[in-house]
Antibody, heavy 121, light 110 residues
Framework: QVQLQESGPGLVKPSETLSLTCTVS??????????WNWIRQPPGKALEWIAC???????NFNPSLKSRVTISVGASENQFSLKLSSVTAADTAVYYC?????????????WGQGTMVTASS | QTVVTQEPSFSVSPGGTVTLTCGLS?????????PSWYRQTPGQAPRTLIY???SRSSGVPDRLSGSILGNKAALTITGAQADDESDYYC??????????FGGGTKLTVL
């Protein structure tokens, strides 16, 4: 049973870089035809897709965040990471990692529990 | 910028039927957008309900169904129960590796 778990600082200062890691239990981000995603949800607001790292190593981004986002394989093959630069209060949110299937599904099938990140001085 | 539209809120009586929709600010939703639906209760991660328009995720009862209705994707809940009271999100695959979430629908069962 594959499980995902987010980790990282819960508080980030404005203008600094938010860094999160998603650890995949029971799987690898480089094996299998899966796509590894970051999704966030500001308090009281809707979910927002941030970025995707495919098993092949290709990446895709939300156009509105692309200039500030990096997604990559983590320190080990069962981790992937998110970096969001120049954060502001608007980046305060619960951040989820999620595994998606590609064709012919194109849906998020496994989610982490989420981690709250607050951008504040 | 693509905007995916959902009803902000909806109400259904216990035992009743409700259809939530998912549209595009410009254009029509089709099966090529691979619409998927998720349920989220407060403080919890989303749970996948429907993928590829009308396929149920494991463990999802058949009183929940997905479809294309006109130019929108739809999630229909029949025999509404108290624990259906949640936020519901649709997601569309826009191609080129990009997904877009709808704004969510808050469903009340009363």
């Amino acid at each position: 049973q594959v499980q995902l778990q987010e980790s990282g600082p819960g508080l980030v200062k404005p203008s600094e870089t938010l860094s999160l890691t998603c650890t995949v239990s029971g799987g690898s981000v480089t094996i299998g035809s899966y796509h590894w995603n970051w999704i966030r949800q500001p308090p009281g607001k809707a979910l927002e897709w941030i970025a995707c790292l495919s098993y092949s190593g290709s990446t895709n981004f939300n156009p509105s965040l692309k200039s500030r986002v990096t997604i990559s394989v983590g320190a080990s093959e069962n981790q992937f990471s998110l970096k969001l630069s120049s954060v502001t209060a608007a980046d305060t949110a619960v951040y989820y990692c999620a595994r998606a299937r590609g064709f012919p599904v194109f849906a998020f099938e496994i989610w982490g529990q989420g981690t709250m990140v607050t951008a504040s001085s | 910028q693509t905007v995916v539209t959902q009803e902000p809120s909806f109400s259904v009586s216990p035992g009743g039927t409700v259809t939530l929709t998912c549209g595009l600010s410009s254009g029509s939703v089709s099966t090529s957008h691979y619409p998927s639906w998720y349920r989220q209760t407060p403080g919890q991660a989303p749970r996948t309900l429907i993928y590829s328009t009308n396929s149920r995720s494991s463990g999802v009862p058949d009183r929940l169904s997905g479809s294309i209705l006109g130019n929108k994707a739809a999630l229909t809940i029949t025999g509404a129960q108290a624990d259906d009271e949640s936020d519901y999100y649709c997601v569309l695959w826009m191609g080129s590796g990009v997904w877009v979430f709808g704004g969510g629908t808050k469903l009340t069962v009363l």
